[in-house]
């Protein structure tokens, strides 16, 4: 007779009620069990739990207190995972655990000592080599795919973010007898699966029907980057169709004059698409973007891409006062509200006579991400300096808010980021056109997407909503906007 696998229970529960989440862990004990052990993700507090659970209950939370600590004033069955990670436990079924990590302390693969595999591990973020599959980079983390790959866990649970994400990854394999399985649980009241009951023993797993190792795959992210690169030499590869007989660029073409009658950002224009307008001044108004390069995540419902628009027919930043001060209550007022949902803002413009309509491009990117928004400039720059020699170069310089260069830089032709961070505006990074070459239009989405990690979204084209999703983008901006709508003052 085969002894019986032990039997394991992982949750993901709503930490304003413990207690109750405790009393569902015995039932469930009581019908499906008994568990060799219940293991609680995200950020839990035990420490006043009322109900004594009938098995080992592990969890985590953020503390101050620099070790381990086991058991509770109620029951030594509670068991807290502290400060102390990379932690490990091995029990008297012989299942090994890790908890590598938590929402406050980051993995770090310098702190593993341990030699040797486990069976179960608990993160909070996700590898890197797996986000990138669901479109999830944000809830990514490097530093700990070198510690999964050391550990080989046969199940590795996470969440990712506070609200989590349920997600079974297709299992995958180590060796020719070692599987893993990925698995990320909602929140308990999220609308997404929060438990996962399984039974693991000893025996050899079936490594029948798994799909490619995403860790032996160490360069997908290069190659995933290489394909965006190439995308943008196809920008090279028409130029050069453009270029005369002797190789040298022909100048930029002229667009033709296009009329407010027939511009797609002109109010007048009898086809204006008047379902993607969020608010609308005196002198400017507001729209979702049409293909917006962000998406929706755990923080915001919707992308925030947006676009902040003169009513005025002009190609150029060369606006009145009274325009200009609009746009800036635009900006203030949309930094202020997206630094409540943890997002910096940057903001993008071209501002050339060969224009059609100026326009300021708004997107919002995670607080987290901004450190490294200069090195994805620099990183863009150097690329389309290097590599596409018959588009323009570009050459960015910092600008902090009151600096006199300021105003020398923009009253020629220019590309401009603007920073906004914690609400506030930061700095500028400006770089004036001066060659008779053609632009790259999309460069600055090209920054931001690199910046993202998402290559895929950088041409705007390849991005585009149906109309019932751009209605209902639309109406999610309206409502998140609402508080701070600067048109309302």
Known sequence: MST???????????????????????????????????????????????????????????????????????????????????FFQKLQCGVSMA?????????????????GTVDLMFSYYWPLAIAPDHRLTLVGNRNLDPIVQALRPRYHFATGSERGRYLENAPFAWTDERVCRFISLGREKSGSKWFYAFGLGVEADDTHGCVANPFHESKKREISQEASENEELHITKRLRRNSN??????????????????????????????????????????????????????????????????????????????TIKEIGRFQESLAS?????????????????????????????????????????ENRQKLNNEKFFNTQNLNFTKVLPGDAKLTEQTCSPYV??????????????????????????QFPRRVLAYLLKAPKRQNWDRCRQTLAEETAECTKFKEFYEKFDCTKD
Do not use: W
């Not at 009898?270 to 379902?275: I, L």
């Not at 980021?417 to 770089?431: G, K, M, P, V």
């Open 4 to 86: 019986p696998k032990p039997k394991f229970l992982v949750i993901h529960p709503d930490p304003t009620n413990i207690n109750e989440v405790i009393r569902k862990i015995n039932l469930q004990n009581s019908k499906i069990g008994p568990f060799a052990a219940v293991i609680l993700l995200g950020n839990v507090n035990c420490e006043s739990v009322e109900t004594a659970p009938d098995v080992p209950v592990y969890y985590m939370m953020n503390t101050d207190k620099n070790e381990n600590l086991e058991g509770s004033d109620l029951n030594t069955e509670l068991k807290l995972i502290g400060v102390k990670v990379p």
């Open 99 to 115: 908890f590598v990590d938590t929402q406050s302390h980051k993995p770090d693969p310098k702190s593993l000592v341990y030699t």
């Open 245 to 322: 007989s002797t190789g040298h660029p022909l100048p930029a073409r002229k667009r033709p004059r296009v009329s407010p009658e027939s511009c797609f950002f002109c109010l007048s224009n009898p086809k204006v698409e008047t379902h993607m307008i969020v608010a609308i001044g005196k002198l400017c108004y507001l729209t979702i973007a049409k293909g917006p390069l962000t998406l929706p995540s755990e923080t915001l419902n919707f992308s925030g891409h947006g676009i902040i628009i003169p009513i005025d027919h002009t190609p150029t930043a060369e606006l009145p006062e009274d």
């Open 337 to 377: 509200t997206f630094s409540q949902a943890n997002h910096s803002v940057v903001y993008f413009e071209i501002s050339r006579p060969e224009n059609i309509h100026f326009h300021i491009q708004a997107v919002p990117i995670p607080k987290q991400l901004m450190e490294n928004f200069e090195r994805a400039l």
């Open 416 to 441: 401009r980021f603007t920073i906004y961070e914690n609400s506030q505006l930061s700095r500028y990074y400006i770089s004036p056109l001066l060659e008779e070459k053609e632009l790259d239009l």
